[in-house]
């Protein structure tokens, strides 16, 4: 009964749309849509072509779309198989034309411009890969965020979110008798960000990295719940000597995780979080 098809039409890449129906149908348990895709469609021949596959496969058909000859062709095709067409960006462009006064352009793709931006994320993402789990320590101060934590705390993918965000993050492990760097000690420039978990959460996880790699059967001091527990209360304790933030990432996902370090940027700017 939940199982239905979903067409993404899009005159770019398709990462708006796509982003836009993960986020609502998580919201709607048991939904699994079986998912067409229909990028880059700028001409008559690439609509057609997406209708053709459309009226293969009846649903519910999300669009982002700025041609207003493309849109009506799309509208006038889905309304003759009578399935739904949804123009995700258009409350959100309305509002926007309305509260300037001013018209769109109507340029499909411009998110995607290689402006100063974009060049922004990519160096930020090199960054976090380059000053990855210790990497690098003499680089440390040139970051804008430093993720400290022990294993398995989600540090490299947050940092690589940040980076996607232009964010100059990198990540140092807190490894119990093993001294942190000093680059890191002396750091002024960045903020630095203590990361923490549920020792059970983190014994889970462990087990399983150990698993993965073939490493024994998951009961080292590694993933003993009595020794986690004690690294992560010294962890915390270390983190508080030195008035870091810190966030338990128990329950959070790693967007919500970024989100906070993000506020936490902000504020320390002085800007609007």
């Known amino acids: 009964m939940n199982r239905f098809h979903l067409h993404l039409v899009s005159d770019s890449t398709g990462d708006t749309v796509h982003a836009v129906a993960k986020a609502c149908l998580v919201q709607f348990d048991g939904a699994e849509p079986i998912e067409h895709s229909w990028m880059m469609v ?9 209708l053709a596959g459309i ?4 649903g519910l058909v999300l669009y982002t779309m700025v041609d207003d000859e493309l849109r009506r062709g799309l509208e006038d095709g889905c309304r003759r198989h009578q399935m739904p067409a949804i123009p995700v960006l258009d409350p959100v462009m309305n509002a926007i034309g309305s509260f300037l006064g ?6 499909p793709g411009q998110q995607h411009l290689l402006d100063a931006e974009y060049f922004q994320r990519v160096d930020a993402m090199t960054f976090a890969l380059a000053h990855d789990d210790g ?3 003499w680089g440390l101060d040139d970051a804008d965020v430093i993720l400290v934590g022990v294993s398995r705390t989600s540090k490299t993918p947050t940092c690589l979110y940040l980076g996607n965000r232009g964010f100059k993050a990198a990540n140092v492990p ?19 960000v203590g990361l923490t978990n549920d020792p ?10 150990l698993t993965m790699l073939q490493a024994g059967d998951g009961n080292s001091d590694y993933a003993d719940i009595e020794q986690v527990k004690a690294e992560v209360q010294q962890a915390r304790r270390f ?18 995780t970024a989100a906070t370090i993000m506020q936490l940027l902000a504020r320390r700017r002085g800007e609007d979080a």
Do not use: N, Y
């Not at 059970?200 to 990295?209: D, G, K, N, S």
């Open 200 to 209: 059970e959460r983190l014994v889970q996880l462990r087990r399983a990295r």
């Open 42 to 50: 700028r001409s008559e021949a690439q609509l057609e072509h997406a």
């Open 135 to 137: 990497q690098s320590a």
């Open 55 to 58: 009226s293969a496969h009846p």
């Open 102 to 107: 001013a018209a769109s352009r109507g340029v």
């Open 239 to 256: 983190f508080t000597d030195h008035q870091w933030p810190v966030i338990d990432i128990t329950r959070r996902s790693i967007e919500e």
């Open 174 to 192: 807190f490894v119990p008798g093993t001294p942190l760097p000093k680059e890191l000690l002396s750091a002024t420039k960045p903020l630095i």
